[in-house]
Each structure stands twice: as structure tokens, then as C-alpha cells.
């Protein structure tokens, strides 16, 4: 987290701590907000707001995770599993959240040189030795 506001300067951001407020407690995930449905009818007209909460209301349940539990008190695979259903939400809200906060990880990582043996990356092309 660090990395990423020393990148981006999100912990001056309201919307972007309120968002990892709402993703951190998962029973928000189960019974949706009147800022969520808010921001889906911003970006779509006519949804039926209640069809898309059963969705993730079946898909919560069917992963087997607690409502009572917090991203932080979750395992490895608890957290893969409850990242997998906002990747996969009826709401593209919850989509287009889950796509910014990979690639905002993506690019701290990628600025991390001590990460890269991990993730088998071998720095920018443009700092490469090249051989000739």
C-alpha cells in the first residue's frame, strides 16, 4: 500500500478509501448499498437492482466465505476466492473496481525491482543490457 501512494497518491483519495472500506467488509458484498446502486445506474439505465444482488447473493453463498468476515481475517484462498466474485460480479461496478485495483497492484509491483525474481520479470526493456 505504501508503493502504491507513494505512485498514486490514493490515500488522499475519499472515493478510493471508501471503495476498499466497502471491499473490505463482506457482507457488503452480499447485501449491495444505495451507493453501489447509485453508481450502476450511473452507467446503467433499467437494471433491476435486486436481480443483480440475488446474483452475487448466490455466488457469495455458493463460495463459501462468511458474512461476518473482513478481507484481512481471510486466508490466502478465502482472499483469492472473495476477489474471484467481485472479478466476476453482477454489477460492473464492482467489475470496474476489481480491474482498477489489479492494475494499480500490476504497476507497484512492476516499479518494485526486488519483486521481480518473483514474478520473472527482468526490468524495463529500455534499461536491458543489450548485447551486440
Known sequence: MERVNGLF???NSPAFSGSLLAFSSLSNFVTGSPELSAAEKS??????FRALVARDDGSFRASGLSQGATFET????ERARYIG????????TRRRFYGSVRAVTFIALY????????????????HRETTA
Open 9 to 11: 497518491h490514493l490515500d
Open 43 to 48: 452507467v446503467v439505465r433499467n437494471i433491476d
Open 74 to 77: 481471510l486466508s490466502e484462498s
Open 85 to 92: 466474485l467481485w472479478s466476476q460480479s453482477a454489477f460492473s
Open 111 to 126: 516499479s518494485m525491482p526486488e519483486i521481480w525474481p518473483a514474478i520473472s520479470y527482468a526490468g524495463p526493456l529500455i
